[in-house]
């Protein structure tokens, strides 16, 4: 008989660990949706490769920087716009709150302009404490804009960060996930982050 109890106190024990891991991950899933989001910042803005951080017209390049954009936005190739959207979370819970997986979609002036997913686990320490979420973003927008001129679309690369490096013409629409157990839960619904929080 002896030899049973180990293994059955193992299994009691496992068991009981894994039902308060479960209520722990839907927890922090009711927390989330307490939770504000908002866009902080965008960093390693460029443009045909060319740094445009604080760039808000072409003629603030050098020369050499503005024919790099202009040469890409008129010919048959590719106009890679590449930065990172810094997303802020605050979390008002007296809990932690948590998510591990991101869907996202991304407006540029209510603008479709490309979509992605962030699978890395991300927790908020409770209290009014907040987290970053960076998202790394490609865009072509010579595909993103087509139908668009050579020039209209340079420009529309630009000036995308305002005072601060606040995304001042993005928009973010995402869908949180958290895992419970074997199974991924999605957030009721997407959240709409601008630059100023706000929760759904």
């Known amino acids: 008989m002896k030899n049973f109890r180990f293994p059955v106190a193992v299994m009691l024990t496992l068991l009981l660990v894994s039902a308060c891991d479960v209520l722990n991950q839907v927890q922090q899933m009711a927390n989330l949706t307490k939770c504000e989001f908002r866009l902080k910042t965008v960093d390693q803005l460029r443009l045909a490769g060319v740094n445009i951080q604080q760039i808000r017209q072409l003629s603030d390049l050098s020369l050499m920087d503005a024919a790099k954009i202009t040469t890409a936005a008129m ?16 979390n008002p819970n007296t809990a932690v709150a948590g998510l591990n997986r991101l869907d996202w979609t991304l407006l540029i002036d209510d603008i479709e302009m490309v979509s992605g997913v962030n699978e890395n686990r991300v927790q908020i320490p409770a209290n009014g404490s907040t987290s970053i979420i960076p ?14 001129s050579g020039d209209a679309i340079a420009n529309f690369g630009l000036n995308l960060a305002g005072a601060g490096n606040q995304p001042t013409r ?21 959240l709409t982050i601008r630059n100023e929080f706000t929760s759904n």
């Not at 993005?170 to 997407?190: D, E, F, R």
């Open 75 to 90: 010919s048959g190739g590719s106009l890679p716009l590449n930065f990172t959207l810094n997303v802020e979370a605050k």
């Open 170 to 190: 993005i928009t973010l629409k995402a869908k949180p996930y958290i895992s419970v157990g074997s199974q991924t839960i999605a957030y009721p619904g997407y």
């Open 135 to 148: 998202l790394t973003i490609s865009i072509d927008l010579k595909q993103a804009l087509k139908g668009k």
